[in-house]
């Protein structure tokens, strides 16, 4: 990891270059952070003994009928060289954690070059009663690789996320906690207004005051600044609080908080949201698992929104169940359903998993929607060597209020691997994507791909 990150990845000449161009992208806060946290990276790397580098490489060749998801339909075969470098060391105190990884594509209708690098850095310190915690992530991909993006378009986008965590007087009978994020997302070559670059800056802190071992009290505040990069608008939303989590006996916890919060939106959209937000939550231990109920009543960029969730987790022997069930109401939009289910399964010759989340969120305009991702997948090993996998998901975008533009998502894959010797895989399979939209037409895209894989462990 010297090549990226040597003297805090301010040295030699391409590593210059290369932080130049993060500083362009993610402005001085997000290149400062990133610096910080590689010099710490570096020294941890060089100090902890017991570190493990692994390596993944892979060679794929692949044929696809319209990999872009452009309408028309655009076929393309193409090679995809992927690798990967990742670093893990642990010591008594702390926790470090590397991963870099980059595909170098060929195809008739593209430029040859590196594509999709993914980075993340992570470092963790616990001594006495505090403890640091750190993380940094960049990303820069194809808006449609994305299962979650159901927008049309052939450009990309870079994403940065740091986020800088503090605790002091963990257990002792007063303590603080906080926490500092920063968010950016870029777009380049994109056709869509709806993709508007954006940044989140926040910090949120609490003071802890443990009167005894079953009552804790807090005193809570909080900051973030969503600043978009263009035509749109802004949020700044504010709030100070106070919360206490008491345990009522053996069984029962409740969790009451308290909070008065102000929004101010300006740009296309230009007014202020304030008021006092209540959260409720009883949690309840069960045989084999546990039983909560989640009540809230927030102020958001949309007034308020109300909430009430149940939720039963239940610890099974060869494996674990979760579902939920609750509604949303938000000021003049109605109220909504809200689902949830989380299975895992241990097979005697693999697995199974089935999930499904929803939440309601905001976008770049301001427009309230609630967004279900449903997530099912399978491994069977056909014998000693060999394996299959399949997986399927559907993310479905349901636009609340006037002018709503619902959009749908779906990916199935099939996968078959087999060792080749005791570090080379084959790999081949086959995919497909369709995405839908009120306001574009329908699109798909079917792959087909075999190739090569090896990953091997380093100790130094």
Not at 90 to 114: C, H, I, P, W, Y
Not at 325 to 346: F, I, K, V
Not at 398 to 417: H, K, M, P, Q, W
Request: hydrophobic letters at 30%; glycine letters at 10%; charged letters at 25%.
């Amino acid at each position: 990891m010297s090549f990226w990150f040597q003297n805090g990845g301010c040295s030699n000449k391409r590593q210059t270059t290369l932080m130049s161009r993060l500083k362009k992208c993610f402005g001085a806060g997000g290149y400062i952070t990133l610096c910080a946290l590689a010099a710490v990276a570096q020294a941890q790397d060089q100090s902890a003994p017991g570190a493990i580098v692994r390596f993944d490489i892979s060679q794929r060749f692949e044929y696809s009928d319209n990999p872009d998801l452009a309408d028309p339909k655009v076929s393309e075969s193409r090679a995809i060289t992927t690798f990967g470098v990742g670093v893990t060391s642990d010591t008594q105190v702390s926790r470090f954690r590397f991963d870099m990884r980059s595909n170098l594509e060929a195809g008739a209708t593209r430029e040859t070059g590196l594509s999709s690098p993914v980075l993340t850095l992570g470092y963790d310190r616990d001594v006495g009663h505090s403890r640091l915690g750190s993380a940094l992530s960049f990303q820069d991909a194809a808006v449609n690789s994305d299962s979650t993006s159901t927008v049309f378009d052939p450009g990309s986008i870079k994403k940065l996320g740091v986020d800088l965590e503090v605790e002091t007087g963990a257990d002792a009978p007063f303590g603080t906690s906080w926490t500092l994020f920063h968010d950016s997302q870029r777009y380049s070559g994109t056709t869509d207004p709806s993709l508007i670059d954006n940044t989140t800056d926040g910090i949120t802190g609490q003071l802890l005051f443990r009167f005894d071992p079953r009552v804790t009290g807090r005193l809570t505040g909080k900051y973030v600044d969503y600043d978009i990069k263009g035509t749109g608008t802004d949020r700044r939303t504010t709030g100070i609080g106070a919360g206490l989590e008491v345990q009522l006996d053996k069984l029962w916890q409740a969790d009451l908080s308290l909070s008065r919060d102000k929004v101010r939106l300006t740009g296309l959209s230009n007014r202020t949201e304030e008021g006092l937000s209540v959260g409720l939550r009883l949690n309840r231990e069960m045989a084999r698992g546990m039983l909560s109920l989640d009540l809230a009543s927030d102020v958001g960029e949309n007034g308020r929104r109300d909430s009430a969730i149940l939720r039963r987790k239940v610890d099974l022997p060869l494996g674990a169940l979760t579902v939920s069930g609750g509604a949303t109401q938000t000021d003049g939009l109605g109220s909504n359903p809200l689902y949830g289910l989380d299975y895992t399964r241990e097979l005697p010759r693999g697995t199974f998993s089935i999930s499904l989340e929803q939440s309601v969120e905001t976008d770049t305009t301001t427009q309230e929607e609630i967004n279900s991702s449903l997530r099912i997948s399978h491994t069977a090993a056909i014998n000693s060597t060999s394996r299959l996998r399949s997986s399927a998901s559907v993310y479905d975008s349901n636009e609340l209020g006037s002018g709503a533009d619902d959009s749908r998502r779906v990916d199935l894959s099939l996968t078959y691997e087999r060792d080749l010797t005791a570090d080379w895989d084959l790999i081949s399979g086959l995919s497909h994507r369709r995405s839908t939209s009120d306001s574009a037409t329908d699109r798909s895209s079917n792959t087909v791909y075999v190739g090569l894989k090896r990953s091997f462990d380093w100790i130094p």
